[in-house]
């Protein structure tokens, strides 16, 4: 069965801080990774996405991906209480591209 | 990306009821997906809805429970059948308008509390 690994967390940085999220996935094949911001009562925004071995900067937001290790992360530079939130990885297996396997979430919080 | 709008945003339904929940698109998709998220829990796919087909179901979701109907390219609909308070989650509406590999977006979600 194909997983999506995440720890739960909390994890609590304080303001201004980098809040490194990380997530593993055991389909060596998969192609596309998502991760998405889930605040309390709301449904999933998209934050990145990442679909090749590296980094990828979006504002404050850097993705990034190694399929080697199976492993993607999320970095979140200059943390603020506002990203306090559930944050969701998700991967798209090979044999079932229009699929997306989550993973559990980790929830962040930015002390003020 | 795609504008989602999904009702009711929240409901309450006794035991042995059913929850119809709709969603529409603002562009034509081949594919909507519905997935459900239990109390505290991450995201489950319940079943892919193709337009002119029967939907997709995901391992240990069945149409007899879960029935869906997608009657054109923007609008999908949910039916939570013979509702039990196990059902009482949130439930999603998605799209993935550019590719199926690429991003997907979700509805506003509906609440079900089922007493």
């Known amino acids: 069965q194909k997983e999506v690994e995440q720890n739960s967390g909390p994890l609590s940085v304080p303001e201004g801080a980098i809040a490194s999220l990380n997530c593993t996935y055991s389909?060596?094949?998969?192609?596309?990774f998502f991760w998405y911001r889930q605040y309390s009562g709301k449904s999933p925004e998209l934050i990145m996405s990442?679909?090749?071995?590296g980094d990828k900067e979006d504002g404050r937001f850097t993705a990034q991906l190694n399929k080697a290790s199976q492993y993607v992360s999320l970095l979140i530079r200059d943390s603020q209480p506002s990203d306090s939130a559930t944050y969701l990885c998700?991967?798209?297996?090979?044999?079932?591209?229009?699929?997306?396997?989550f993973g559990s979430g980790t929830r962040l919080l930015v002390r003020p | 990306s795609a504008v989602i709008s999904q009702k009711p945003s929240r409901d309450i339904c006794q035991r042995g009821t059913s929850l119809t929940i709709q969603c529409q698109v603002d562009s034509q998709v081949t594919m909507m997906f519905w997935y459900r998220q239990q109390p505290g829990q991450s995201l489950t796919l319940i079943a892919t809805a193709n337009q002119g087909s029967e939907a997709t179901y995901e391992s240990g979701f069945v149409i007899d429970k879960f029935p869906i109907s997608r009657p054109n390219l923007t609008f999908s609909t949910l039916t939570v059948s013979n509702l039990s308070p196990e059902d009482s989650s949130i439930y999603l509406c998605?799209?993935?308008?550019?590719?199926?590999?690429?991003?997907?977006?979700f509805g506003q979600g509906t609440r079900l509390t089922v007493v």
């Open positions: 389909d060596r094949v998969s192609q596309s």
């Open positions: 990442i679909y090749s071995n």
């Open positions: 998605s799209v993935r308008p550019r590719t199926p590999e690429t991003e997907a977006f």
């Open positions: 998700a991967v798209n297996p090979m044999d079932s591209s229009y699929k997306l396997i």
